[in-house]
Every structure is written in structure tokens, then in C-alpha cells.
T-cell receptor, first 115, second 115 residues
Framework: QKEVEQDPGPLSVPEGAIVSLNCTYSNSAFQYFMWYRQYSRKGPELLMYTYSSGNKEDGRFTAQVDKSSKYISLFIRDSQPSDSATYLCAMSYRAGGTSYGKLTFGQGTILTVHP | DAGVIQSPRHEVTEMGQEVTLRCKPISGHDYLFWYRQTMMRGLELLIYFNNNVPIDDSGMPEDRFSAKMPNASFSTLKIQPSEPRDSAVYFC???FGRGNTGELFFGEGSRLTVL
């Protein structure tokens, strides 16, 4: 079983829809949770990060972490064609020490928002 | 800033040949990471450096893979001899280690095809 599971999709939605992307994980030691966005033929770029449980909102994007269920989500409101990309969840144990930067990524969900 | 710069962007080679991928991290970043991305396995961490010193190479698949960082502005990932199963996109990423949760800045990747 992988440490981080993410449905690869693909997911296709009409413009303006609410998109829900999810990941589950098995290792309770993860403390930092991130969502990266990857456009075709590009490297991933950080979209949002949260520490421990809770919600974080940034414009049309909301990230949720439920550590008790080992489940994280990314919601995109009023989705736009420019949101079409692969969305990868990522997690790490802690910010410092030898575990620093060792992100474990999900497989990525391919999202297409059509006009 | 120009971001993380990788070369070559595309490489097609024959089985048994040596492949060298290059990376220039963002100036001032003290962490450098090499990732590999495939459809089957997603993004996998191969090795990472802190202040030019390799910290964790447990993700390097086998002895055919080696990585060096001779100075703060340059790193290489070498595969010798290459095999078809090494075909993937190889990403270099860098980060500034202090005072943040470890956002990684990725290059645009080197797409390797081994025939």
C-alpha cells in the first residue's frame, strides 16, 4: 500500500463547477500538507500548504486537512479553463532535520475544465 | 530570478549509453532535490543535498545512478549505463531551508527516453 493515495482521474468538469480533489494517507507522522499544481510539460508549483488539521482558504482555493481520518482535500470554486492541470498532494514529516523537504507525493489528479 | 534551470529538456538515447542531466538551483537556496516522474509511479525522490552535501540517497534506484553537487550553483544526475526503464521526466528542485515549511521550486524537467 502506498503511503499517499490519490485518484488519478481524469476529472472533467464544466467551467464554473466546484471541484473536489482528495488524498488519503497512512502515516500519522505527516504534519505538513501541500497541494502542487503541474501544467503540462512543466514542473510542479506550490499552490497551498497547511500545517496539521484545519482549513485554509486562498481566493477560489480551499485546502482541508482531517488528520483523524488521514484525509486531505482541495476545493476549487468557480473553476476556470486555466485551472486545467494535474494536481498533486504532498506531505512531509516535519520542516527540519534530515526529514526536511522529503515530500511524499500522491499520483496526481488530472483535471480538465472545459468552457 | 530565472528559477531552477535544467538541461537538457529532452534527451533520447540508446540503451547502454551514459546520460548526464544538469541542474542550476535558485541562487541562495541551500537544498537541492532530484525527483523522477513516471505515469506508473508518480513523483519519486531520488536524492537530496544540503549545502552541497548528499543527505539522503535512499531513493536512488541502483548503482547505475549517481548524483553530484560540486558547488552551490550546479548539480548533475548521471545514469550509466542507461536502460529503457529509466525513461521518465527528471526534475530538479531547490529550496531555502530556514524559516519555512519547505516549499520546493521545481525546474521544468528533463524528459529522458532510452530506446
Amino acid at each position: 500500500q502506498k503511503e499517499v493515495e490519490q485518484d488519478p482521474g481524469p476529472l472533467s468538469v464544466p467551467e464554473g463547477a466546484i471541484v473536489s480533489l482528495n488524498c488519503t494517507y497512512s502515516n500519522s507522522a505527516f504534519q505538513y500538507f501541500m497541494w502542487y499544481r503541474q501544467y503540462s510539460r512543466k514542473g510542479p508549483e506550490l499552490l497551498m500548504y497547511t500545517y496539521s488539521s484545519g482549513n485554509k482558504e486562498d481566493g477560489r482555493f480551499t485546502a482541508q486537512v482531517d488528520k483523524s481520518s488521514k484525509y486531505i482535500s482541495l476545493f476549487i470554486r468557480d473553476s476556470q479553463p486555466s485551472d486545467s492541470a494535474t494536481y498533486l498532494c504532498a506531505m512531509s514529516y516535519r520542516a527540519g532535520g534530515t526529514s526536511y523537504g522529503k515530500l511524499t507525493f500522491g499520483q496526481g489528479t488530472i483535471l480538465t475544465v472545459h468552457p | 530570478d530565472a528559477g531552477v534551470i535544467q538541461s537538457p529538456r529532452h534527451e533520447v538515447t540508446e540503451m547502454g549509453q551514459e546520460v548526464t542531466l544538469r541542474c542550476k538551483p535558485i541562487s541562495g537556496h541551500d537544498y537541492l532535490f532530484w525527483y523522477r516522474q513516471t505515469m506508473m509511479r508518480g513523483l519519486e525522490l531520488l536524492i537530496y543535498f544540503n549545502n552541497n552535501v548528499p543527505i539522503d540517497d535512499s531513493g536512488m534506484p541502483e548503482d547505475r545512478f549517481s548524483a553530484k553537487m560540486p558547488n552551490a550553483s550546479f548539480s548533475t544526475l548521471k545514469i550509466q549505463p542507461s536502460e529503457p526503464r529509466d525513461s521518465a521526466v527528471y526534475f530538479c528542485a531547490s529550496s531555502f531551508g530556514r524559516g519555512n515549511t519547505g516549499e520546493l521550486f521545481f525546474g521544468e524537467g528533463s524528459r529522458l527516453t532510452v530506446l
